[in-house]
Structure formats: C-alpha cells, structure tokens
C-alpha cells in the first residue's frame, strides 16, 4: 500500500482545476481550487479530473495512467466522510517541479474505510492566471 501511494504522490504531482482569483488571496483561490477538483476525484470522476488538470500533468502523465493510479489509491478508502482545511502555504518553488507560484494546502480527511489521513493538494497559477491543482498526496 505504501508503495502504491508513494507511486501515486509520484504520478499526482501535477493535477489541475480552473478558478478565477478575482479579489480572494492566493491561498483562498488556490483552496477553491483544490476543492473544486477534489470533489471530481471524490466522485470517482477521474476523466474529469485529469481534463482538469494542467497542461505539464497532461503532457507528463497519460490519462489511462491517472485514472489507473486514482482508482487503485482512492478506491479502497470508500466514501469522503469529511475533510478539513489545516493549512495553504504559498511557494515560488517545489522539487520537481518548474518555479511558479503554488499554494501546498492540506487536509485533515476521513474515509469510510480510513478514519484519519492528511491529504496535500497542490494548485498552482497557471498562465492564464487560473489556479489548477498540481500535485495530490494522501497518507
């Protein structure tokens, strides 16, 4: 199981949802962000969620891959019971990915079949200014 998440972290590490910024603040858009693609992912929209996506994660990771990976890693833990907002924290950098602005947001969320796990979802500013989630991890 480990080793499936660490792969899956690996394969994640660039996912995507278009959200205006308008006048919330970096971390408030990119939280809205990574809600709005969650809730895709929580519907076991997969497709969906890697149309969303960014550009580099498309181009990085095949959609048949995405969806095998998601299925494998989110399928198991059933149903989404909640998830709370713990921390958004702004970065130019992360490793093994190119500078730009992200916001790392993690969750405190409960699973039908996992009662505590910490879920990192990481949108970044796309070009067109939109923030799109870049990275999913969950332990």
Do not use: C, H
């Amino acid at each position: 199981m480990k080793k499936s998440i660490a792969a899956f972290a690996f394969v994640v590490f660039s996912l995507t949802t278009p959200f205006a910024m308008g006048s919330q603040s970096r971390e408030a858009a990119a939280e809205s962000a990574a809600r709005a693609w969650l809730a895709l992912v929580d519907a076991g929209n997969y497709d969906g969620s890697w149309s969303a996506a960014a550009a580099l994660f498309r181009q990085r990771v095949p959609e048949s891959q995405w969806q095998s990976a998601a299925s494998s890693v989110r399928g198991p833990l059933g149903a989404l019971k909640s998830r709370t907002l713990q921390s958004a924290t702004f970065k130019s950098a992360l490793p093994g990915a190119p500078d730009g602005e992200y916001v790392v947001v993690q969750f405190a969320s409960s699973f039908e079949n996992k009662a505590s796990a910490i879920e990192t979802v990481t949108p970044m500013k796309d070009p067109d200014g939109a923030w799109r989630v870049s990275g999913y991890y969950i332990r």
